[in-house]
């Protein structure tokens, strides 16, 4: 029936100079329904999402969208505009303010007022009836720095319904979860569906849509390729409409064999740059041999991050323990060092650690790298784009040319600037710290394969991944890790979820 449809889509579609980033999007939503989007990075998953926010506004594209039977005609930037009319996103960059508390959050810039100022009572009162009515286990008071990343996802949520949103837009939402946070929002999801609340979920994480939303739309390459019921698809039908071919492996074979042990950490204890009493590597041990690919698993709070981190001379204080380079201990001091030894690490965050987004592609893929084209205090700038220009090349990076902002790129072109970055300091030790993080699978598949090429060529490889079957899939072993201690490391034919669970709740 007509009075289902929420929001109808109409043949939208958006250019930019050079680029169609919609071609004649049509489908619809239903109301109160958890209707999911997918779609490689680029497919245009983002530019509908910021049409539906006024950010490119009506005019700016052809078409028409339709909003509980009327057309929506939102203003240039107008994000009030939306939120006014009962739209509301959740973006995968968290948009609080450590410093505030939910409360202040939640109606920062609508504070109810009376004659004298801010009504706080009302605030806090209006804030936990939200959070008690959606069951966010949240207190209102609370300030939002000392949450834990999924309660700043929940206040998020909480903001985006503090102003009655109909459709809630959430973009990514578990990029940064833990399994059991991820479940969380899943009962919060369907708690809101209850209360009639019509969510758009966008993922790249398969899995989540077939445990959550009742539809799934696929765009590629700016089209539409299906809209249908979530119980008519499978995972090898759906990742076949986002990529475009049959993708009969997750993960890519692979020719290599690890040789000797170039590297090993024996007993290390290190602790936490801003507080002396803590440590966040509490007795870690594994060695690394050349060629290999070592996944390290464990669940959130693990210690993963923090380990690799003070591998590569970037995070905590080594209190005890030894690091081993071809036999002979090492000093683990700072990042230069650590890269003089060389050990390299592609960072979990990219755009926060890995990347100057407001700079070109050349310029981040050279920035670690100036020693290699600087002669007397001065850069040839010749060497550099010679050198930039190859790397990029046989990453196969997607730009019209290296001049291009990273800003502007896609989450998997990012990624694999990164990573450029990296191998041009010529690596023996690369360690990728959830590399595969927030980008599509046809990227993901890329990535994978870029890993064994560079180990079947001898680079050791360090990998932590948060996605249980990746570091299964790509591991030739993989230490366990819980509460920052190295629990076991298991051979291949050791590997099983069960057994790494076990592992990584054991501790």
Known sequence: MLNDIILDICNVTKEFPGVVALDDVSFQIKRGEIHGICGENGAGKSTLMMIMKGVYPWGSYSGDIIYEGKELKLENRSIRQASDEGIAIVYQELTLVPNMTVG????????????????????????????????????????????????????????????????LILDEPTSALSEEETERLMGILRVLKSHGVTCIYITHKLSELFEIADTVTV??????????????????MLIGHMVGRKMKERFPKSRRKP????????????????????NVVNGVSFNLREGEILGIAGLMGSGRTE?????????????????????????????????????SLVPEDRKKFGLVLIQSIQKNISLANLDQFSKWYKIDFMAEIKATDSIAEKLAIKA???????????GGNQQKVVI?????????????????????????????KLMNELAEKGIAIIMISSEMEEVIGMSDRIMV???????????????????????????
């Open 104 to 167: 202040e959050n939640v109606y920062l810039g609508r504070e109810p007022r009376t004659s004298t100022g801010i009504n706080w009572n009302e605030l806090f009162a209006n804030t936990q009836q939200i959070l008690d009515k959606y069951h966010l286990d949240i207190d209102a008071n609370e300030l939002v720095k000392n949450l834990g990343v999924g309660k700043m996802q929940m206040t998020e949520i909480a903001k985006a319904l503090s102003e009655n949103a109909k459709i």
């Open 400 to 410: 019209p040319s290296l001049s291009v902002l990273c800003e502007t790129l896609s």
């Open 259 to 278: 040789g000797k042990e170039i590297f090993e950490v024996q007993d290390l204890h290190a602790i936490d740059p801003g507080d002396s009493t803590q």
């Open 307 to 343: 380990l690799v981190s003070t591998l590569f001379g970037e995070y905590g204080k080594i209190r005890s323990g030894k690091v081993l380079l071809d036999g002979k201990e090492i000093e683990i001091s700072s990042a230069n060092r650590s890269m003089r030894n060389g050990i």
């Open 219 to 236: 765009l590629r390459d700016g089209r539409v390729i299906t809209s249908q019921p979530t119980k008519q698809l499978n995972e090898e």
């Open 420 to 448: 450029a970055k990296w191998l041009l300091s010529d690596p023996r030790i690369l360690i990728m710290d959830d590399p595969t993080r927030g980008i599509d699978v046809g990227a993901k598949y890329e990535i994978y």
């Open 481 to 507: 890790m819980c509460e920052g201690k190295s629990m076991a490391t298991l051979e291949q034919n050791e590997f099983n979820q069960e057994r790494i669970m076990a592992l990584a709740t054991g501790c």
